[in-house]
């Protein structure tokens, strides 16, 4: 099993700044794709930022230019850096991982992990 530890929320006032960690841990023999989502009050869970393991990244257009997604593949963890946050961008984050786990290639299963979340306020 693949287990993700996801930190970094807390109360910022807007126009301020969080970085969001997500770490995977367990019997991982590779990682595809690492995303970020949010749900916010009555709101439908949405993707806010996505990479593949080329590195290619994807954003919703609300984040555009002021959120930035970046992994490191050694420590299994994908990062969220959030500026010029506004009250809209108020949610719980969740992380999701894509890869295989197991020991050896001709035994590995795919997986797509989420995080348990962490929650993002946004306000004066």
């Known amino acids: 099993q693949v287990q993700l530890v996801e930190s970094g929320g807390g109360l910022v006032q807007p126009g301020g700044s969080l970085r969001l960690s997500c770490a995977a841990s367990?019997?991982?023999?590779?990682?595809?794709?690492m995303g970020w989502n949010r749900q916010g009050p009555g709101k439908q869970r949405e993707l806010v930022a996505d990479?593949?393991?080329?590195?290619?990244?994807n954003y919703v257009d609300s984040v555009k230019g002021r959120f930035t997604i970046s992994r490191d593949n050694a420590k299994n963890t994908v990062y969220l850096q959030m500026n010029s946050l506004k009250p809209e961008d108020t949610a719980v984050y969740y992380c999701?991982?894509?890869?295989?786990?197991?020991?050896?290639?001709?035994?590995?299963?795919?997986?797509?992990?989420w995080g348990q979340g962490t929650q993002v306020t946004v306000s004066s």
């Open positions: 367990g019997s991982i023999f590779s990682i595809n794709r």
């Open positions: 999701n991982v894509e890869g295989y786990s197991g020991r050896y290639f001709y035994s590995r299963k795919q997986f797509d992990s």
């Open positions: 990479i593949s393991s080329r590195d290619s990244t």
